[in-house]
């Protein structure tokens, strides 16, 4: 096993989950398995129970693992699957150690960070690196390992020992660091500054870990001048110091390693072989400028509660730009947020109402993602009548779909008050109802999460069609409340179409709406599978619905 480690210096969000996914891309288009690990070393279990606005969105694996956002990045740029294991955290390291302690499986010894902590972290790498990820059984070549955070954060220090100790137990020669750090431009001279990477290298290298490369994060492309100062302070050989500056599109960041000789390099230090043959990178490289070549646009107007951090949102954002790609239209996100479109907000703030309102009524199509808590719940009710009542095409996804549901219960069957009991627990019509395996003290893992199957009910229907012609799906789950099974036949009978069940008939997975444009809504969270050639079919629907408006 080759493991290629990523770690990232002087601040956080500079792109460490995108170098390691290309430098994995990269890997794979010379036909070697590939998969990847994330390292977060917050205390949290997992990401479950995260306020989008900490940490982004919560992205869910087949397995019902809820992750950190980057192994989306990871399953995308792959277009592998990966389990709960593939993020390793601190919580879970140290419960495992614990859990050890607690058995007598230490006899007697005292249990220390070194070397009992540092040992699980080796064990779990070691471990998960050998697990099949691509759906064939097959055992990858190379894992790809991001620690989160910032070198010389006090959090991260068990992981960098871990590492440290972990190139002498795999081989130097199996094992390649790439670091990931800032070379900002001050003021008006346009200077370059090499300093912040400077500092980060040397900590790292009175940890232990020496860089084998460093990628750059800059605005322009590294001066020459630059990289050399960068070569001889930072103990790295000049044609190791890559550039990542801004690109055009995201898909674009392999190429732009590619032209640095990025691949060959990594080859010849983990003595790997090189092809002449890569049609996957071609297909890649035809990806990218077809991204770039794309003229007219699609709006989409994305009706959510956390739309001020736009990672709350990472999948469902990429599953749009992947159906829009498809379409052969850029995509444009109108973000709205739901509160500013209730009444109260018009006395509170007009103008942010009114500028809602006009946002909603001027996009080509609605999308009301998923989300928790009753803040804006209003306002998207408000949103999916407008989009039902004016033909507009609509997607729903998990709360969007509960939310169309209800708004269909209170305008179309004339039920004053119907609602969800996770908002109106007096409710006088429950139209959405807590699930019986949740549960309401403990808020993480407890859920529905995960991969579940949905039988599509009849060949005459929108989804049918989406999910070309398969009557059974697999998408994955993330939800305690669902659609109220005592009014379902009610609902039908006014036009609202339950088309999807669970294997069972009891829960209901997809909604249609009769004589409409594209009124869809899905229980599971379909953008956690689109991938930038397969687009999620939901999402693709409505992209498609909402162009062919414009066209």
């Given at each position: 096993m080759r493991y290629v480690v990523v770690s990232g210096g002087v601040l956080s969000?500079?792109?460490?989950?995108?170098?390691?996914?290309?430098?994995?891309?990269?890997?794979?288009?010379?036909?070697?398995?590939?998969?990847?690990?994330?390292?977060?070393?917050?205390?949290?279990?997992?990401?479950?129970?995260?306020?989008?606005f900490e940490h982004g969105e919560v992205f869910v694996l087949d397995d019902g693992g809820e992750v950190d956002l980057d192994l989306g990045n990871y399953e995308r740029f792959l277009d592998i699957t990966l389990t709960r294991d593939n993020n390793l955290t601190t919580g879970k390291v140290y419960s495992k150690v614990i859990e050890a302690e607690r058995r007598g499986d230490y006899l007697g010894k005292t249990v220390q960070v070194v070397p009992h902590i540092t040992d699980e972290i080796q064990d779990w790498i070691e471990r998960v690196a050998s697990i099949p990820v691509d759906g064939n059984g097959?055992?990858?070549?190379?894992?790809?390992?991001?620690?989160?955070?910032?070198?010389?954060?006090?959090?991260?220090?068990?992981?960098?020992?871990?590492?440290?100790?972990?190139?002498?137990?795999?081989?130097?020669?199996?094992?390649?660091l790439v670091h990931v750090s800032l070379v900002p431009v001050v003021g008006v001279v346009g200077e370059q500054k090499t300093k912040p990477s400077q500092h980060t290298v040397k900590e790292l290298r009175a940890a232990g870990l020496s860089p084998d490369f460093l990628v750059c994060r800059s605005e322009e492309p590294l001066k020459d001048a630059t990289k050399e100062k960068l070569a001889l302070f930072c103990h790295v050989d000049k044609t190791h110091v890559l550039s990542a500056h801004d690109v055009?599109?995201?898909?674009?960041?392999?190429?732009?390693?590619?032209?640095?000789?990025?691949?060959?390099?990594?080859?010849?230090?983990?003595?790997?072989?090189?092809?002449?043959?890569?049609?996957?990178?071609?297909?890649?490289?035809?990806?990218?400028?077809?991204?770039?070549?794309?003229?007219?646009?699609?709006?989409?107007?994305?009706?959510?509660?956390?739309?001020?951090?736009?990672?709350s949102y990472l999948s469902v954002i990429k599953a749009l730009q992947h159906s829009a790609f498809k379409v052969g239209a850029k995509m444009n996100i109108c973000w709205v947020e739901a509160a500013s479109l209730e009444p109260e907000s018009k006395e509170s703030e007009p103008e942010m109402y009114s500028q809602s309102w006009s946002d909603l009524q001027?996009?080509?199509?609605?999308?009301?993602?998923?989300?928790?808590?009753?803040?804006?719940?209003?306002?998207?009710?408000?949103?999916?009548?407008?989009?039902?009542?004016?033909?507009?095409?609509y997607l729903g996804v998990c709360l969007g779909l509960q939310?169309?549901?209800?708004?269909?219960?209170?305008?179309?069957?004339?039920?004053?008050?119907?609602?969800?009991?996770?908002?109106?627990?007096?409710?006088?019509?429950?139209?959405?109802?807590f699930m019986p395996e949740g549960s309401k003290t403990h808020m993480g893992g407890t859920m529905r999460l995960g991969s579940r199957q949905t039988n599509i009910q009849t060949e005459d229907c929108v989804a049918y069609e989406l999910y070309g012609g398969d009557m059974e799906i697999h998408e994955r789950h993330r939800h305690r409340y669902e659609v109220n099974p005592d009014m379902i036949s009610q609902l039908e009978g006014a036009g609202l179409r339950f088309v999807g069940k669970d294997t069972e008939g009891q829960r209901m997975e997809i909604i249609e709406l009769e004589g409409h444009p594209y009124f869809f809504g899905t229980q599971y969270h379909p953008e956690f599978k689109s991938r930038p050639t397969r687009p999620s079919p939901p999402f693709f629907g409505l992209v498609k619905a909402a162009f062919s408006r414009i066209e």
């Open positions: 969000g500079l792109g460490k989950g995108v170098t390691a996914s290309s430098i994995g891309m990269l890997l794979k288009s010379l036909g070697y398995k590939v998969t990847a690990i994330k390292i977060d070393p917050y205390l949290n279990s997992d990401a479950g129970t995260m306020s989008p097959d055992q990858p070549d190379v894992c790809v390992v991001e620690l989160g955070g910032t070198v010389g954060d006090i959090e991260s220090a068990p992981f960098i020992e871990a590492l440290r100790q972990f190139q002498f137990r795999v081989g130097k020669e199996n094992f390649v055009s599109n995201i898909y674009r960041v392999p190429i732009l390693l590619e032209e640095q000789n990025t691949t060959q390099m990594i080859v010849d230090k983990l003595q790997l072989e090189m092809r002449e043959e890569r049609p996957l990178f071609d297909s890649w490289k035809k990806m990218a400028d077809h991204v770039d070549s794309l003229e007219k646009e699609v709006t989409i107007a994305m009706v959510g509660k956390y739309t001020g951090l736009s990672d001027s996009a080509d199509g609605i999308l009301v993602p998923g989300g928790f808590g009753n803040r804006g719940i209003e306002g998207k009710i408000l949103a999916a009548n407008f989009a039902r009542v004016n033909n507009v095409p939310i169309a549901v209800i708004e269909f219960a209170r305008n179309v069957l004339g039920l004053e008050g119907a609602n969800s009991t996770e908002f109106d627990e007096d409710t006088p019509h429950p139209t959405v109802i």
